[in-house]
């Protein structure tokens, strides 16, 4: 069904590793069902941003060599980025090198990233909060808040939920 390896990238500079890699699934009588996995990919980054850079980079690279259209995988990629920075800053508060799990799964009409950790519980949930501001007064723009706004914009779900003390989020985007 499918052939499973292991690789660990490692930059001493850094000391981050990027993943854990669990290879394309064989494209065998592949059926039209919505729920039908193509292939997975299964990612172990460290809670920084050039772990977090490197693997959206890693992701888009793969879904344009798979064929998926630039744009969409341009969003993916985004949407991605801004679901792990939040991970780094409000799970893990900015302490590097802690482990994130990152499950992504094609199926024949969608994509869903799965994204775990062992952080500080998420207690606002993934709604986006209203910003209510002037854009001529550059002063009144918020610092921050933006991360679901665009996750919710770029993806058709996102879901948050913690059990056993471990955090899940997944975002879903169809074709």
């Given at each position: ?5 292991s ?15 669990k ?9 039209e069902?919505?729920h ?21 980079e890693?992701i888009?690279?793969e879904?344009l ?11 993916l ?12 800053e ?11 799990d990152?499950y ?5 009409k ?8 062992t ?14 501001f ?8 918020p610092?921050?808040?933006y991360g679901?706004h665009i ?20 975002l879903?985007?169809?074709?």
């Amino acid at each position: 069904m499918s052939s499973l390896h292991s690789q660990t990238y490692s930059n001493p500079a850094s000391c981050y590793k990027l993943p854990t890699f669990k290879g394309w699934l064989a494209l065998s009588n592949l059926s039209e069902s919505e729920h039908q996995i193509i292939n997975e990919l299964h990612f172990v980054i460290s809670s920084n941003m050039d772990s977090v850079n490197m693997l959206s980079e890693k992701i888009y690279e793969e879904c344009l060599f798979n064929k998926i259209d630039k744009d969409f995988s341009a969003h993916l990629r985004l949407a991605l980025v801004e679901a792990l920075n939040n991970v780094v800053e409000h799970a893990f508060q900015g302490e590097m090198n802690n482990e994130i799990d990152v499950y992504i799964t094609f199926f024949y009409k969608k994509i869903r990233i799965r994204i775990t950790d062992t952080g500080y519980p998420n207690h606002h949930g993934v709604k986006p909060v209203e910003q209510n501001f002037d854009l001529e007064d550059i002063m009144s723009v918020p610092e921050g808040g933006y991360g679901l706004h665009i996750m919710h914009q770029l993806m058709d779900e996102v879901n948050y939920y913690r059990k056993n003390n471990v955090n899940f989020l997944i975002l879903e985007k169809h074709f």
